[in-house]
């Protein structure tokens, strides 16, 4: 299984990224997958999860600003980010195949990650 994202980078207050996982070794349509991320000296926290039933939940903090979607033909996970804040500035994981029941933002309950991809937004 390997995970690679892409679309980071830097924005300025108020610009939209749009971050890409493809994934290889396992079908993103039938798996629950999410979007992560981790600031320096922060933990990693979920941002986005989808579920294998296409059902998505989202962190407060990013609620409405924010769209996760799956990309079956190209077997990618995409995030959608707008109305980006100086707070959204970390490095942003894809994870894939959730394991243990839980409250679906904990990363332990994924089992495959991804490398990440640096997304910093300047005020």
């Known amino acids: 299984v390997q995970l690679v994202e892409s679309g980071g980078g830097s924005v300025e207050t108020g610009g939209s990224l749009r971050l890409s996982c493809a994934a290889s070794?396992?079908?993103?349509?039938?798996?629950?997958m999410g979007w992560f991320r981790q600031a320096p000296g922060k933990e990693r926290e979920g941002v986005a999860i989808?579920?294998?039933?296409?059902?998505?939940r989202y962190a407060d903090s990013v609620k409405g600003r924010f769209t996760i979607s799956k990309e079956s033909a190209k077997n990618t996970l995409n995030l959608q980010m707008n109305s980006l804040e100086p707070e959204d500035t970390a490095t942003y994981y894809c994870?894939?195949?959730?394991?243990?029941?839980?409250?679906?933002?904990?990363?332990?309950?994924?089992?495959?990650w991804g490398q990440g991809t640096q997304v910093t937004v300047s005020s």
């Open positions: 994870a894939a195949y959730r394991t243990v029941r839980g409250t679906w933002f904990a990363p332990a309950e994924y089992k495959y």
């Open positions: 070794g396992l079908n993103v349509r039938l798996l629950s």
């Open positions: 989808i579920g294998g039933d296409d059902s998505t």
